[in-house]
């Protein structure tokens, strides 16, 4: 079996006006009209946004939590003990773990917000999945959100108190998860000499703190995001932090060897596109496998509403996990 094929490069119909299909313009256009009548998003209280945000007074639809979760600790930095939201296969046996850091621009989100899709990919792949309720700025600013991400990745491989199975181990995250899957990725490597990890699932992450071109170049459309967002966002993780080039804070700048193969999601009207692809490019210069998942007109973190273009794009991760465990289960019965 063939470990990893050249890269799907998007062709450059892709990111044509006229590609963006209608569902999708509609969307857009919905969550401009719903975040433009909001005066000031951004002097709004982390605490207060989060409280809104969980009550389902945000743009985003509200998840209902799953009602198998069940909820580990593991040990963090300065003994501060991490909660980590498990979903088991219901349907199926457990084939591995997804360690998954959900997004929220580092300021807000938690793990049972993700409970749908998270359940989705457990019983459709065979993943038991572990998602990170790490500590967020600004009352815990960098590195501590990336700190408790890498305890959480520690504790899944090395920690002898629970079961939770290690044959094939995945990571991911959206958005600022995409980002500490990253960073955790790395540090790994880096701190701890492991690339236990045989796969990657990246959603539309921010890896340049500093700022690509689609992220400077955005402006004021809140698409979900807008530039003052990002920037809004960082400063509150980072506070005076100076170097944002420095590969713990801004991925993309790393060395990138050692890491799984990774499948890159983004949709062409989300800001971090370049982020996307800048990152998935050195990615592959490193050796690593790449697959791509580019969805015109998609915006930030699109698969949280029930579209037809977020249902394909789920489905491909969907198949991308299975195709890698497919990989190391053959790898494994073959050595």
Known sequence: MIEFAEPNWPDAAVFAEESIP???????????????????????????ARTRRA??????????????????????????????RILRPRTRPARGTYL??????????????NDQRLRRIAE???????????????????????????????????????????EFLAIGGESA???????TLLRLRDRHGLWPFHAANLVCGCYDLGGTPSVRNWGEEPLVLATADVVHSTGLLLGD?????????????ATLDRMPPALFTCGTKDLLIDDTMMMALRWHAAGNGV???IYPGGCHVFQCWPTAQAEASLARMDAFLNSRIDVVTTRREAS
């Open 100 to 113: 998954h850091i959900h997004g929220g621009g580092w300021v807000m989100g938690s793990p049972s917000e």
């Open 22 to 48: 209608a569902e999708a313009r509609a969307l857009n256009a919905s969550i401009v009209e719903r975040m433009s009548a909001v005066p000031d998003r951004r002097a709004t209280p982390p605490a207060v």
């Open 124 to 166: 459709n792949t065979g993943l038991v999945t572990v998602s990170v309720d790490y500590r967020l700025a600004p009352e815990h600013r960098y590195p501590v959100p990336a700190d408790d991400c890498e305890a959480a990745a520690l504790w899944l491989l090395t920690d002898t108190s629970h079961e939770l199975p290690r």
């Open 55 to 84: 009550a389902g007074q945000s743009i985003f639809p509200l998840c209902e939590p799953d009602p198998d979760a069940e909820i580990f600790l593991a040990a963090g930095p300065g003994g501060h003990d991490i909660p980590l």
């Open 177 to 183: 998860g995409g980002h500490l899957a990253a960073v």
């Open 291 to 293: 697959e791509f998942g």
């Open 241 to 253: 932090v100076g170097n944002r080039r420095d590969p713990d804070i801004s991925p993309l700048y």
